[in-house]
């Protein structure tokens, strides 16, 4: 929605108001003798006439007006409605995190083949997936309050299914049903956050849903680390203790309000003056309120049309172009292969000559720390840098350090070890086992492994062998197929090949982490619950967490495939080159968002989709908000229409 002009005069008059107070004071104060700036003037520096006494005065009075505007505290309410919030998020790392560690008892207990591990562990990703997108009517029709509570109630159930399942079908159910929750819970929770939020925080606010995400993923490893001691039923704790915030989400939204948007879009106009002023404490919010209230009115007689709300999406163009930005950015975040490295972060560790199962499930948590440690830079960052320069700067970092990680797997497999011994085990006859000669294609093959012997210098006795079909922790016979021989210095290692380049894994795999988790982590969910405006809001955050899902899925599936058929380096060489793809597509499609107004931000995609490389300029205006009286209005350093 194009900035209406009613409301720059009254922005500007309420700051020149505020300029005149402010001076008045100062004079009648006798501190200072500030020069009188023309009456109807941004307060911006370069506006005033540039003599050294003004241009103090002014930057006084700027530097004043900033210390007034910080002190002037956000109500704790607004911080309250986003901690409570972002335990969905909280959920969806915890529930998506914890399913490995629990998998490695479950294989044991319930005798699972490789075909019902992967059903268990897919299958919450694609339930997700398609609640995503219900999850849009459902927000509309039913408002975001009731739909977190309803995820929330989703996430109960299914964890209480999930702990008490006496056999693999009943896991299947429990996991589909936490799917449900999640994919609710992942577009409702940034939209909630976004509309409950004051503009010059909610850039923070709805990234630090995403450091719940990272947060939950690392308390999942955790509690995977400390269960996996108990032989018996531990996977039972593992996955029935994402009830507990579940619980506690639930019982803290019977007392949350619904979003003041929605509720003024529903004509529940009475209902959200109350909300409005109880989430912004005891400032004025007749401007927020009316401001909002225009644009939804202007909106309504914009967007035009009948039919349903994709419909009227796609044909009006720039709500067209948000849903082709946000869908991108999702597309790209899975793209960049992200839950490939929290998924196979433990297979990563072990190349890198970690062996005993224990140590490598505790190194994954180490994995999911970093990602989170980075986020928390991201929540930081997020209002100082803006979006854009955010994720361009992440995502071409995390180009650059999947091909280092490619570069670390490539080494590895230049390197590899030779088979050195031949079994003649009268099943190896008919095994592929026994053709290869290295231990990359051994490894790469999925019914074989590459049993060793290792001293402190140097690697012997080294042969490609079966895989136990009941478990790939052994082989199916051999030397390596007993666990307790295991220990005395001879290895199996089924999905790894041991090599002296590990360190260049590990450093590609801390650099990834330290690029990806500030920017392309979290910026896609955060732009997302901003672009669009609000009666295409709950529609377009469905659309693209449902994009976010479905190539999770794709990804994360394939990813044993992929390597399988272009060896590992091959498949982050391809996640680069995509990663790449996405770098190009955000410079040239994707806005600033950093300090506007919610209702402002569609006039951003008024122009031509990805004409945005050639506006960078107007990014680089310096946006920050003051608050005069209760309400957000911008300085900014050269654009005295900016004040509003
Ligand atoms: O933003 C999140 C976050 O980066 C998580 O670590 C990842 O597992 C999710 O798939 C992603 O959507």
Avoid at 140 to 145: K, N, P, Q
Avoid at 478 to 501: D, E, F, I, K, M
Wanted: proline residues 4%.
């Amino acid at each position: 929605m194009s900035r209406k002009s009613s409301d720059n005069d009254y922005s500007l008059r309420s700051m020149s108001n505020l300029m005149g107070e402010r001076r008045k004071k100062v004079n009648d104060d006798g501190e200072r003798s500030l020069i009188k700036a023309p009456s109807n003037a941004s307060i911006n520096s370069q506006a005033v006439p540039a003599n050294a006494a003004t241009a103090t005065s002014t930057g006084d009075l700027e530097r004043e007006a900033r210390k007034q505007f910080q002190q002037d505290v956000t109500p704790a309410f607004v911080y309250v409605l986003a901690a409570f919030s972002a335990l969905g998020g909280f959920l969806f790392g915890y529930d998506t995190g914890v399913i490995s560690g629990a998998m490695l008892l479950l294989k044991r207990e319930m005798n699972l083949s490789a075909l019902w591990q992967e059903v268990l562990i897919s299958s919450t990703v694609a339930a997700a997936a398609l609640s995503a997108l219900a999850g849009g009517f459902l927000n509309g029709v039913f408002g975001r309050r009731v739909c977190i509570l309803l995820a929330s109630f989703i996430f109960t159930s299914g964890g209480i299914v999930l702990s008490a399942a006496p056999d693999k079908e009943v896991l299947l159910v429990g996991r589909l049903i936490v799917g449900l929750g999640l994919g609710i819970a992942s577009m409702t929770v940034p939209v909630y956050i976004a509309e409950t939020s004051p503009p010059h925080l909610r850039g923070q606010l709805v990234t630090v849903n995403t450091l719940f995400i990272t947060g939950g993923q690392f308390t999942a490893s955790i509690i995977d680390g400390a269960f996996s001691y108990l032989r018996h039923d531990g996977w039972r704790y593992m996955l029935g203790l994402s009830v507990v915030p579940a619980v506690l989400q639930f019982v803290g939204f019977l007392f949350l309000p619904e979003s003041p948007r929605w509720l003024i879009q529903k004509g529940l106009t009475q209902k959200a003056r109350r909300v409005l002023s109880q989430i912004r404490g005891n400032q004025n919010i007749d401007e927020e309120y009316d401001s909002i209230k225009n644009s939804i009115e202007e909106e309504e007689k914009d967007c035009g049309g009948d039919g349903p709300v994709i419909w009227r999406m796609l044909t009006y163009p720039p709500t067209r172009r948000a849903l082709l930005v946000g869908c991108g950015l999702q597309m790209f975040q899975q793209l960049s292969g992200i839950n490939t490295v929290m998924y196979y972060g433990a297979t990563i560790l072990q190349m890198s000559g970690v062996r005993d199962d224990k140590l490598a499930i505790w190194l994954a948590g180490v994995t999911a720390f970093t990602n989170f440690l980075f986020t928390l830079l991201g929540v930081w960052l997020v209002e100082r840098v803006g979006r854009r320069k955010l994720t361009l700067g992440s995502i071409i970092g995390t180009c650059l350090s999947l091909s280092l990680l490619a570069i670390g797997f490539l080494l590895s497999a230049q390197h590899t070890p030779p088979v050195t011994l031949h079994p003649t085990d009268p099943s190896m006859v008919n095994s592929t086992c026994n053709r290869h000669l290295l231990c990359e294609p051994c490894m790469l093959d999925p019914a074989c492994g590459f049993c060793y012997r290792e001293n402190s210098t140097a690697l012997f006795a080294s042969s490609c062998v079966p895989v136990n079909t009941a478990s790939t922790e052994k082989a199916a016979w051999g030397r390596c197929s007993n666990s307790t021989q295991l220990r005395v210095h001879t290895y199996w290692a089924y999905n790894y090949c041991p090599t002296s380049y590990s360190w260049v894994v590990l450093l590609g795999l801390v650099l990834y982490l330290a690029f990806f988790a500030p920017g392309m982590g979290p910026m896609p969910w955060t732009i997302n619950s901003e672009i669009y405006p609000l009666w295409a809001r709950s529609t377009g955050n469905a659309c693209s967490a449902g994009v976010n899902w479905t190539f999770n899925f794709l990804v994360s599936l394939t990813f044993l495939h992929v390597a399988q058929n272009l060896t590992y380096y091959g498949a982050f060489f391809l996640y680069s080159s995509l990663a790449l793809l996405g770098f190009f597509f955000i410079y040239g499609c994707l806005p600033e968002t950093k300090g506007r107004r919610l209702e402002e931000i569609e006039s951003l995609f008024d122009n031509q989709l990805c004409s945005c490389g050639a506006t960078d300029s107007d990014e680089d205006r310096q946006v920050e908000y003051i608050r005069v009286k209760g309400s957000n209005y911008h300085l900014s350093d050269n654009d005295a229409s900016d004040v509003e």
